[in-house]
């Protein structure tokens, strides 16, 4: 059972590039998040779904943009990288709204 | 916004001692959610509490919830050397879906 899967584990990426962060998940789980993790902090929540169709801001919204056209998959976009994006990404989803949260492994972004 | 709040932000204990991290909202909470993540690990859920006053436990680990739900509280007997890592608490922000997570408390266990 794959759980939450993120691609990739790790990426370099140069000023202003931009590039999409892909989360998976195999649990048919109507919420997905998506959160950074900046060195030795907290996550932050950068936007969230509850079901496909359907997305909402989060603590941290800037920069970035998601989609959720299938219940699997919840994307993650970054269209002009900058440095302050530096951090790792983890993706999460849930069965409900007050249900526990099953982590992917994380993508590790630089951004150079 | 909504702030969650963890207190220590940092732990040092000697294998054997109990340790105790606490978590305060600026709002009440619906519920509360607690969460393990081991050092390059990715966050792993404990247990969810609801209930005001609600105490739970799971073998050297005790959650509680305030009466007031707007704190919490993670209590580990003797720690081990495979409590290792951050815990975090985590609530949802009033009337969203939003969870929110708290600052952390990162423990080391020396052994």
């Known amino acids: 059972n794959a759980g939450v899967t993120q691609t990739p584990k790790f990426r370099i990426l140069k000023i202003g590039q931009s590039m999409t962060l892909q989360c998976t998940q195999d649990?048919?789980?109507?919420?997905m998040y998506w959160y950074r993790q900046d060195p030795g902090m907290g996550l932050k929540l950068i936007y969230y779904?509850?079901?496909?169709?359907?997305?909402d801001k989060g603590e941290v919204p800037n920069g970035y943009n998601v989609s959720r056209s299938t219940t699997e998959d919840f994307p993650l976009r970054l269209e002009l990288a900058a440095p302050s994006q530096t951090s790792v990404y983890f993706c999460?989803?849930?069965?409900?709204?007050?249900?526990?949260?099953?982590f992917g492994q994380g993508t590790r972004l630089t951004v150079v | 916004g909504q702030q969650v709040m963890q207190i220590p932000q940092y732990q040092h204990v000697q294998e054997g001692e109990d340790f105790t991290t606490y978590c305060n909202s600026s709002t009440t909470l619906s519920n509360i959610q607690w969460y393990k993540q081991r050092p390059g690990g990715h966050p792993v859920f404990l247990i969810q509490?609801?209930?005001?006053?609600e105490v739970k436990k799971q073998k050297r680990l005790t959650f509680q919830f305030g009466e007031a739900k707007k704190n919490s509280s993670l209590h580990i007997t003797a720690t081990q050397t495979t409590d290792v890592g951050t815990y975090f608490c985590a609530g949802p922000a009033s009337g969203t879906y939003k969870y929110i997570f708290g600052t952390g408390t990162r423990l080391k266990v020396l052994a």
């Open positions: 999460a989803s849930g069965q409900g709204a007050n249900t526990e949260a099953f």
């Open positions: 779904s509850v079901g496909a169709g359907i997305t």
């Open positions: 509490l609801v209930k005001s006053g």
């Open positions: 649990m048919n789980h109507n919420y």
